[in-house]
T-cell receptor
Framework: DGGITQSPKYLFRKEGQNVTLSCEQN?????MYWYRQDPGQGLRLIYY???????QKGDIAEGYSVSREKKESFPLTVTSAQKNPTAFYLC??????????????FGPGTRLTVT | GESVGLHLPTLSVQEGDNSIINCAYS??????FIWYKQESGKGPQFIID?????DKRQGQRVTVLLNKTVKHLSLQIAATQPGDSAVYFC??????????FGAGTRLFVKA
């Protein structure tokens, strides 16, 4: 089955620790995205990548880092600098930027809890 | 600034009735609008989209209406079923990747 996988589904960390969230897609999509979702709010863009070895900051990139070494993979690291890391994190992909990018395919999400 | 909002945070409908979920947007330059459905604990799923040069678009049991005069978007679901229970997001996009999501409306379907 083609799609996007995120792992793990639930993640618990102690404050001050960095943590990396996995995102893999086998849809052959060029563009990939990371969003953060908080209760009662819409999705907010953290980072996006148009192509391998290239990525751009979104609206709330502070305290996060990404890499795009392979087309299929776009891991997100939540660093200790992120002040409120507890949230639901969603990874998405799309065919390419431009109008085709509007239809984004989302993974199942990772719920991160930092205590 | 740019914002996409929803008129109602929750909507409760009887099974078999039609549902209407509303959304307001503020960026008149947005050229593409999308509705997503998010079930509990899952990622959003694309439902239907509409370009700014259209007023209406129909899919299977869903219709999206766009009123650019008042910057209003709506999603109509015909013959609502229990499986339609979810959070529905509207989103607007302008030029490429930039998609702004609303806060969402939770739809409850009563059997």
């Amino acid at each position: 089955d083609g799609g996007i996988t995120q792992s793990p589904k639930y993640l618990f960390r102690k404050e001050g620790q960095n943590v990396t969230l996995s995102c893999e897609q086998n849809l052959n999509h060029d563009a990939m995205y990371w969003y953060r979702q908080d209760p009662g709010q819409g999705l907010r863009l953290i980072y996006y990548s148009q192509i391998v070895n290239d990525f751009q900051k979104g609206d709330i990139a502070e305290g996060y880092s990404v890499s795009r070494e392979k087309k299929e993979s776009f891991p997100l690291t939540v660093t200790s600098a992120q002040k409120n890391p507890t949230a639901f994190y969603l990874c998405a992909s799309s065919i390419a930027l431009g109008t085709s990018a509007y239809e984004q395919y989302f993974g199942p999400g990772t719920r991160l809890t930092v205590t | 600034g740019e914002s996409v909002g929803l008129h109602l945070p929750t909507l409760s409908v009887q099974e078999g009735d039609n549902s209407i979920i509303n959304c307001a947007y503020s960026n008149s330059a947005s050229d593409y609008f999308i509705w997503y459905k998010q079930e509990s604990g899952k990622g959003p799923q694309f439902i239907i989209d509409i370009r700014s040069n259209m007023d209406k678009r129909q899919g299977q049991r869903v219709t999206v209406l766009l009123n650019k005069t008042v910057k209003h978007l709506s999603l109509q679901i015909a013959a609502t079923q229990p499986g339609d229970s979810a959070v529905y997001f509207c989103a607007e996009a302008t030029g490429g990747f930039k998609t702004i999501f609303g806060a969402g409306t939770r739809l409850f379907v009563k059997a």
